[in-house]
């Protein structure tokens, strides 16, 4: 059975996954913008998805580029999860998941760093 929970703690949940990144790697992540949504319209299942161009593709051509993005899908995440406990295992997950695809490593390495 989904859980049920307010937008308001599911952002805040976003927030606390966010200050789990070592202030080192939180100093390198730049013109980024978190975002929480519903549900991907075209993928109802998808718990998060970066957009943009990884730190490691970036070049000379990059400067001036609206941020990129990751969006994390409450209802998704709500929908999969039985308590909430799982739900803030769940977001913390998805949230580092997304943000190392900003750093550039692959969807393949984070399923072998158990980050899948």
């Not at 913008?33 to 075209?42: C, F, P, S």
Request: proline residues 4%.
């Amino acid at each position: 059975m989904p859980v049920t929970m307010s937008e308001a703690r599911f952002d805040d949940l976003v927030s606390e996954a966010l200050d789990l990144i070592p202030p080192r790697l939180a100093a390198a992540i730049d013109n980024v913008v978190v975002l929480v949504d519903a549900r991907d319209e075209e993928d109802p299942g998808l718990l998060g998805l970066y957009q943009g161009i990884a730190l490691t593709e970036r070049d000379s051509h990059y400067g001036g580029s609206l941020p990129d993005t990751i969006t994390i899908y409450r209802e998704a995440i709500l929908e999969m999860c039985e308590s909430e406990e799982q739900v803030v295992e769940e977001v913390a997950i998805t949230v580092i998941h997304e943000i190392a695809h900003y750093f550039g490593i692959e969807e393949d390495r984070l399923h072998e760093l158990g980050w899948g």
